[in-house]
């Protein structure tokens, strides 16, 4: 899926894509090549995400996408840009069967009765899932009609994307898609685990630098995504608090597996698995179903303590995957063995990068 809220370059399928994840303290990016039927991953950098007491200003941005584009060595100026969780609503609505343009107006125009709030100045773009065909066959099929659509909608102030598509020209780039980072695990999933991707139901937990995003996935559809305020940061500060020890040094626990500190890290990973419990609970009452599996990624998912403590937590298997298993890698010297280690914080830039080729 691919919710981009610019599109100013053809539709036409691209060779390469360069695709940049803007995280809250690292930027991740990567180069994305199609080459016959595979996908290939040339190259991948990670920055330091300036630090900035608001919103990053348009020359800032603008400065850091361009170092970004150097440390890839990028030879396409065409940039896939996934925006935080706080630019973007992710939603999943039923609307009537219309064009797409028309339902970005009835979006716009009735945006309380459809996305529960109020949104001026944004603008809309919808995913349309196939629709399901109950089992009827015969003269009963071609009496069925189906009066709604499910659709998955995303919303933005337009204000928001037309700072975004100066800074990226300011960097001397060609901004090609914005997209909200949320959808980003979804389609990296689906490419990694198809079959999982459209027979189960699954959640899909990012854990980022200052918040989280669970995703849940019903047999092919985004049927609910929220965002938690509780993310590695919190996690590592609390430990640091607990133990009175250095930052740094509750990071290199929270990753590594001491297991004298089993116990406070319970602590501070309790109240992330409450909130993804309450999400998972949501859709199974709402859905009748249960959720199979919860696959993990992100820095946080190197730790396997904390794989652990959130399976008991939420009594579902955790695992932590890596979006680079689907790909071809094709990465010079130190990169090929950094991958392994790096792949699952690269997961939302993948997805976008899969959303424009």
Sequence with gaps: MALPFLNSVSRKKRAQIMAVDLGDRTTKAILLERRGELLALTRFALLDTPISEK??????????????????????????????????????????QI???????????????YLQQDMPNHVFDCHIYPPKMQGKSGEAAKTVTIP????????????????FQTAIKN?????DRILPGIVGPVNAFE??????????????????????????????????????????????????????????????????????????LESQVQPLGHELRASLDFFEHQQDRPVS??????????????????????IVECKAWNPTTSLQLTLPGQQAVEIEHVGPQLTVAIGAALAAL
């Excluded at 709604?148 to 700072?163: H, P």
């Design 293 to 314: 599996h919860i696959y993990v990624n992100g820095g946080t998912a190197q730790s396997e303590m904390i794989m652990q403590l959130l399976h008991a937590e939420l």
């Design 148 to 163: 709604k659509l499910k659709v998955l909608v995303a919303g933005m102030k337009q204000q928001v994307i037309n700072d």
């Design 191 to 264: 490419l990694a685990l198809p079959q999982i991707f459209t027979e189960e139901s699954v959640a899909l937990v990012d854990i980022g630098f200052k918040h989280s995003s669970v995703c849940v996935v019903d047999r092919g559809e985004l049927v609910l995504s929220r965002v938690v305020n509780i993310g590695g940061d919190k996690l590592t500060a609390g430990l640091a608090e607990a133990m009175n020890i250095s930052y740094a040094e509750a990071e290199g626990i929270k990753v590594g597996m001491a297991p004298e500190v089993q116990a406070t």
């Design 99 to 113: 064009p797409m343009d028309e339902m970005r107006m009835v979006l716009k125009n009735n945006t309380k009765g």
């Design 171 to 175: 960097a001397g780039l060609i901004p």
């Design 55 to 96: 919103k990053l200003s348009i020359e800032l941005l603008a400065d850091h996408l361009r170092s970004v584009a150097q440390a890839l060595g990028s030879e396409t100026k065409l940039l896939t840009l996934a925006v935080g969780l706080d630019d973007a609503v992710v939603r999943q609505v039923e609307l009537p």
